[in-house]
């Protein structure tokens, strides 16, 4: 089996996270079918790789009732830069930020059924 490239697996990656987690950062506004899948993960992929070559994220601002999980998730994807030494403490980190998000997440309305799922940024 060849090893995928880069590009193949930041590829996938926004796949998955369109498939199971409806997040599709460089959909078009409004998109909601499969259609263009492909495309725009490729070009996520192009545009990742670019931004990882500059060593700077720009990831926005927190908001005040994710801050804390959000310290726990960049930490966190700084121990992923570590490749294999860093895994164990990225995991523990990711674990606390998701109990973190869920802990706010309940302390929060929820949003209407129009709003779900709506594009973020």
């Given at each position: 089996?060849?090893?995928?490239?880069?590009?193949?697996?930041?590829?996938?990656?926004?796949?998955?996270?369109?498939?199971?987690?409806?997040?599709?950062?460089?959909?078009?506004?409004?998109?909601?079918?499969d259609d263009?899948?492909?495309?725009?993960?490729?070009?996520?992929?192009?545009?990742?790789?670019?931004?990882?070559?500059?060593?700077?994220?720009?990831?926005?601002?927190?908001?005040?009732?994710?801050?804390?999980?959000?310290?726990?998730?960049?930490?966190?994807?700084?121990?992923?830069?570590?490749?294999?030494?860093?895994?164990?403490?990225?995991?523990?980190?990711?674990?606390?930020?998701?109990?973190?998000?869920?802990?706010?997440?309940?302390?929060?309305?929820?949003?209407?059924?129009?709003?779900?799922?709506?594009?973020?940024?």
């Open positions: 089996m060849p090893r995928l490239s880069i590009e193949d697996r930041i590829r996938e990656a926004y796949i998955e996270m369109a498939r199971q987690a409806n997040h599709r950062p460089h959909a078009p506004e409004g998109a909601r079918r263009d899948l492909k495309d725009e993960a490729a070009a996520y992929a192009r545009e990742f790789i670019a931004e990882e070559q500059t060593t700077e994220f720009d990831i926005g601002v927190s908001d005040f009732t994710t801050n804390r999980a959000l310290v726990y998730t960049i930490e966190a994807a700084r121990c992923m830069c570590a490749g294999a030494f860093g895994a164990d403490r990225a995991v523990k980190l990711l674990e606390m930020a998701l109990k973190e998000a869920r802990t706010e997440l309940a302390k929060v309305p929820p949003l209407p059924e129009e709003l779900r799922g709506a594009r973020l940024g």
